[in-house]
């Protein structure tokens, strides 16, 4: 990092800021891509029940909150920086307390994916000790890291599996300063020795979390540039122990991803079954629910109560993470969309574990019979039954009687369901999942034969478009805009988590999609009987992104800033999403949003944000609220990097 100077630059293209006006649920009824979100809407109104959506246009937005200027820290506040009052009262101006700000959210986003994936770990290491009823599944990918750890190979996949467990948690909870393994095994070397020197290579994310927090407090680090810095080292924590090191644990112990095809949507609900709801992202306990689901007495069980059978559904992650594994569980929603899943009366038990779960679900819930169960003992909600894992994970070995004590909830309720509550909307579609490193790159004859096609301008870009969903812009629309642009452009799209369930409910992740690209690349997909979208997984599962991003990049030769490829999260809304477009940015690649981050109020910060890591690190933000407007930008970002290659390719 350069040294800080007196007076920090302004961003080049510095607008005065204006309150932004937001859509109303009006809005959303009259624009929302989804028909069977304005069913569930109209529904849910005449029922009564209120929705994220008519909240939301009850709220005022803070105008300070919305730029960052307002710190809560300590309590001779809350300070409001305005220009009759410029600095708190310790001090601080407005770079130093938007720093401050972003800096806890994003240490916020690591505490968040490293505590899910802490519990991954943990079942990992107990099942390779044993003391877990576990099947350690994911042999191939066991033999894999542990090459990249350089752990002895002689050894059986229990005793790697476990060394592997010990690195991962070692990672995630350092105390001491020490190499971090898994990045300095699995990051591309000259991404290593830039942050290297740039001094912001990780201790562990434990460690950085705790730093931040400490930086922070009151009276502590004053330099807006040094508490961005401790940014970029939460980035490399989030991307590399929270993200990848959780995802490397759960396909050690589940297995790869396996590509399979689906019904998604409100109609895949099955009125004549017993109807159980995955809702979170904790994969332990809604792998063992899937699995216990299966079992014939547990069926024997649902008959008798007049079912027809047990289906699973997903909400959010932890939905997704059992379906490309096991298929059978059927994507509905995400965390916005709960509510109108609720909505429908056709549940009979929703599990719920950790992250994007709102309390708002209780008060649709006690509408119907609908028993909320939750799983986890940070995350629990007055009025629900809790049936999970306690603080210490001290009973991890009980994970098949929890998960057929649950089950036998949802079977139990089913014949409290009544028919008259029930309202299905009856559109649903296939689509198609389980896309990985693994599985794309035989489908091309591997890594070179994908980039002769980039190469070729046949296609011309692949981007990540993920993240959560936001109500400040027109629910899902935003995405889907986005999407329809980069078809359109033949740009392939990779997407996970909350961002794909339009993706998944509207049809792009089936292989008839090929219609919405360009001639060549539809032959193409035709050809190899792909659909346009490749769906990766759950939120973690950008990690998936980024591994086909380096197997790319490595087979042109050339580091990841200079690859035909990009991040874009048009509808985050969380301290994760941070997280998630700063780990791609500290790889070299750009990320594009259709909402900015609430750094409006420091011109330093948001120019550091905007600019000027695409000189420190390679990648830049790029905000536009205009979502068809933002698309275009990636378009040509990404084709001025594609023609550079192509170019290369033919010097050579």
């Known amino acids: 990092m350069s040294e800080p100077t007196d007076t920090p630059p302004p961003a080049p293209d510095k607008k005065k800021w204006q309150r932004p006006v937001y859509p109303r649920k009006a809005d959303v009824l009259a624009h929302t891509p989804d028909p069977n979100v304005r069913v569930m809407l109209r529904h849910m109104a005449e029922r009564g029940m209120e929705t994220v959506f008519d909240r939301f246009d009850t709220v005022t937005h803070c105008g300070h909150g919305l730029k960052g200027v307002c710190c809560q820290i300590c309590n001779m506040g809350p300070c409001q920086i305005t220009p009759r009052s410029p600095r708190g009262i310790c001090g601080a101006d407005e770079h130093v307390i938007v720093a ?50 350089r752990l002895d190979p002689e050894q059986g996949t229990t005793e790697l599996a476990g060394q592997i467990a010990d690195i991962l948690l070692e990672d995630l909870s350092r105390t001491h300063p020490a190499a971090h393994r898994t990045l300095e095994a699995m990051a591309p070397p000259e991404r290593i020795a830039l942050w290297r020197s740039l001094d912001i290579l990780p201790i562990s994310a434990y460690h950085e979390v705790f730093e931040a927090y400490h930086r922070t407090g009151i009276g502590t680090d004053g330099d807006w540039r040094n508490l961005m810095q401790q940014l970029l080292r939460c980035g490399l ?37 017993v109807n159980i709801a995955l809702h979170g992202h904790s ?46 569980v059927s994507p509905l929603t995400n965390a916005i969309g709960a509510e109108l899943v609720l909505g429908t009366g056709a549940l009979d038990a929703w599990v719920a574990d950790v992250q994007d779960v709102y309390p708002s679900i209780m008060e649709v819930a006690k509408c119907f019979h609908t028993q909320v169960i939750t799983t986890s003992d940070s995350g629990r909600l007055p009025g629900a039954l809790h049936i999970g894992f306690d603080h210490a994970n001290s009973n991890l070995g009980e994970v098949h009687h929890l998960a057929e004590t649950i089950v036998r909830v949802g079977i139990d309720n089913f014949p409290l369901r009544r028919k008259a509550n029930v309202f299905i909307p009856r559109t649903s579609i296939e689509a198609e999942v389980g896309f990985s490193i693994e599985n794309i790159l035989p489908e091309f004859g591997g890594a070179d034969g994908l980039l002769r096609h980039l190469r070729a301008g046949t296609i011309r870009g692949i981007v990540n478009l993920v993240g959560c969903n936001n109500p400040k812009v027109v629910y899902e629309k935003a995405i889907t805009d986005v999407a329809d642009v980069l078809l359109a ?160 390719a033919t010097a050579g």
């Not at 991954?120 to 890291?145: F, H, N, Q, T």
């Not at 122990?241 to 959780?246: A, P």
């Not at 396909?251 to 004549?272: E, K, N, S, V, W």
């Open 283 to 328: 994969p332990i306990l809604p792998s063992a629910i899937v699995h216990a689901g299966e079992s014939p007495e547990l069926a024997a069980l649902a008959r008798s109560k007049g079912a027809q059978g047990i289906r699973f559904y997903g909400i959010c992650c932890s939905g997704l993470s059992s379906l490309y594994r096991y298929g059978g």
């Open 100 to 149: 401050r700000n972003i800096l806890r959210w994003i240490a916020a986003g690591v505490a968040a994916h490293g505590a899910r994936g802490r519990e991954v770990m943990l079942a990992l290491k107990a099942a390779a000790a044993g003391r877990v009823d576990l099947p350690i599944r994911g042999e191939a990918k066991v033999r894999a890291v542990a090459r990249a750890f």
């Open 237 to 273: 924590a989030f991307a590399w122990s929270s993200v990848l090191g959780s995802a490397i644990a759960q396909d050690c112990l589940y297995g790869p991803p396996q590509r399979t095809r689906i019904d998604a949507g409100f109609g895949a609900l099955d009125p004549d079954c």
């Open 489 to 648: 452009h033949d740009v392939i799209i990779l997407t996970n988590g909350c961002a794909s369930f339009p993706l998944l409910n509207l049809g792009y992740c089936r292989r008839a999609a090929a219609a919405k690209t360009g001639p060549a690349l539809r032959a193409l997909l035709e050809e190899l009987d792909l659909p346009p979208v490749w769906h990766m997984g759950e939120c973690l599962d950008n990690a998936r992104a980024s591994g086909l991003f380096r197997a790319l990049a490595d087979a042109c030769g050339q580091p990841l800033k200079a690859m035909p490829f990009a991040f874009s999260s048009p509808e985050w809304s969380n301290e994760k999403g941070v997280g998630a477009a700063l780990g791609f940015r500290l790889l070299g690649l750009d990320s594009y949003h259709c909402i900015p981050a609430p750094i409006a109020g420091s011109e330093a910060v948001q120019s550091f944000f905007e600019h000027d890591t695409t000189a420190l690190l390679g990648g830049r933000m790029v905000v536009d609220t205009d979502p068809v407007a933002l698309g275009a930008t990636i378009v040509a970002d990404l084709e001025a990097r594609r023609r550079a290659i192509a170019t290369q």
